[in-house]
């Protein structure tokens, strides 16, 4: 049985790459682009205290890696809007992929701010699945120890 302490999974709120104002708010994130949105003051903030995903267990018991990045949105109450969740940059492992779009409909957060207000965001969130007892990928700084320091 996996449990959450032994599995690795880190998502991070990495930017807000697509604004929308409430007013241009849509139920499935895929409004059309325009000359009026704007970037929030206060970006979303995660309240999960666990992250909700669950490595796939027969890649767990493989040990395999992998980092999914997930486009959601996120509308004026900090809620994600399921329907629009998408994978932006896939794992190139469909369960990496299909586990990230899954543990997605569990994340809450604050809502973006512009001038005070809530309002929807479209941002891009990294998941990133590292099984405990494997070497970091290829490329991969994110889980280096730091050297032990010398007294």
């Keep these: 049985m996996i449990n959450r302490s032994t599995t690795r ?3 991070i709120l990495c930017c807000a790459a697509c604004a929308k104002s ?3 708010d849509n139920a ?3 409004g059309s682009s325009s000359s009026t949105e704007t970037k929030p003051d206060a ?4 309240l999960n205290k666990d992250l909700p995903f669950r490595y796939p267990p ?3 018991a493989e040990k395999a890696q992998g980092d999914v990045t997930l486009r959601l949105y996120i509308d004026t109450t900090g809620s994600v809007v399921n329907d629009s969740t998408h994978v932006a940059e896939s794992s190139k492992v469909a369960a990496f992929d299909s586990a990230a779009i899954k543990g997605a409909r569990e994340l809450r957060f604050t ?3 512009l ?3 809530p309002i929807a965001v479209s941002i891009l969130f990294p998941v990133f699945f590292r099984h405990p007892e494997a070497a970091p990928p290829p490329g991969d700084t994110m889980f280096k120890k730091k050297p032990a320091l010398k007294k």
């Design 9 to 11: 999974f880190i998502g």
């Design 22 to 24: 409430s007013s241009s």
């Design 28 to 30: 499935n994130g895929s």
């Design 43 to 46: 970006l979303p903030g995660i």
């Design 58 to 60: 027969a890649l767990y």
């Design 111 to 113: 809502p973006a701010k």
């Design 115 to 117: 001038h005070g207000a």
